[in-house]
């Protein structure tokens, strides 16, 4: 590495939480606790390398090093990621943390139904993650494909032709979703109304799993 680089820390902690059920971790049929950690683990650095493809807009990077650890608890397992890197630390440890603790989801959730990500914190600054619903995208209500900048119309609890649809959420401004490979932000349009801008040039269908993503500042 060029020793003239200077490199920033930048860190991500989340949580994966099922609170109504005991002894959740050996009764998952993903295999034992070493197995399902390992697989996360491995999905976060693959996240970290593959980095540009989940967030396109993100500046060149050179990552000196980076470390993934859990600390599994009765109700819960804490995920922390922590990278050193010329740019965007902090964006490129909660890119991979997002994706360690999906990774856990998908493994938990055969096990019970109320198991969840909380409070993704980077670097100082707050982040809440929640799968949701998607009712209708723009194209034939089933696919979406969008470049850089693109703005869609976006509707709760409605289908509406041209719009993306999504059930049951409350959306605020700067709110972010993902829907397959896309990376959405939710923005203002002049009538007060919400429109979801596209943030990198990708698609997504209607069956990919979709996320909510909310930035709370301290």
């Known amino acids: 590495m060029n020793g003239m680089a200077r490199l920033k820390a930048g860190e991500s902690l ?71 890197a010329t740019r965007c630390p902090g964006v490129i440890a909660i890119l991979a943390n997002i994706v360690s603790l999906t990774t856990l989801l998908d493994m938990f959730k055969s096990v019970t139904k109320n198991v969840y990500i909380s409070d993704i914190i980077m670097s100082g600054e707050n982040y809440n993650i929640k799968e949701i619903s998607v009712l209708s995208l723009p194209e034939e209500g089933v696919y979406i494909e969008a470049k850089e900048g693109d703005t869609f119309p976006l509707t709760i609890n409605a289908e509406v032709p ?44 209607i069956t990919d799993h979709a996320f909510l993503i909310r930035g709370i500042r301290k």
Not at 16 to 29: A, C, F, G, Y
Not at 195 to 202: E, F, R, S, V, W
């Open 162 to 205: 041209g719009a993306i649809g999504l059930q049951s959420v409350i959306v605020k401004e700067y709110d972010m979703l993902l829907i397959g490979d896309l990376w959405l932000e939710i923005v203002p349009d002049p009538i007060g109304m919400h429109m979801a801008k596209a943030l990198n040039n990708a698609s997504g269908t």
């Open 14 to 84: 989340g949580k994966l939480v099922w609170p109504d059920v005991e002894d959740v971790i050996s009764t998952t049929p993903k295999g034992d606790l070493d197995t399902i950690l390992s697989t996360a683990k491995f999905a976060a650095e693959n996240a970290i390398k593959n980095r540009y493809m989940l967030a396109p807009w993100l500046d060149d990077a050179i990552i000196n090093r980076y470390d993934i650890t859990y600390e599994p608890k009765p109700h819960y397992i804490v995920s922390h990621v922590r990278i050193e």
